[in-house]
């Protein structure tokens, strides 16, 4: 079954990323804040790249013949 957390923690990373590049934008850090985004998009990768790396796995075991 398919989990629906992942979803809202992604969802969460997203509304978190852009509230503190907003802030920071607006105090004038810029670069600051790109950085900030970039943190953010790289934690969302990372959370897939678990998921598609459980996904290969559970093929590779459903075609695994003994």
Same mark, same amino acid.
């Given at each position: 079954?398919?989990?629906?957390?992942?979803?809202?923690?992604?969802?969460?990373?997203?509304?978190? #990323?852009?509230?503190? +590049?907003?802030?920071?934008?607006?105090?004038?850090?810029?670069?600051? +804040? #790109?950085?900030? #985004?970039? +943190?953010?998009?790289?934690?969302?990768?990372?959370?897939?790249?678990?998921?598609?790396?459980?996904?290969?796995?559970?093929?590779?075991?459903?075609?695994?013949?003994?």
């Amino acid at each position: 079954m398919f989990d629906y957390n992942i979803i809202f923690k992604i969802a969460a990373i997203g509304i978190l #990323t852009a509230v503190v +590049a907003q802030i920071l934008k607006n105090i004038g850090k810029d670069e600051i +804040a #790109t950085i900030a #985004t970039l +943190a953010g998009v790289v934690v969302v990768l990372l959370m897939a790249l678990n998921m598609i790396s459980e996904l290969f796995e559970t093929v590779k075991q459903l075609f695994l013949i003994y």
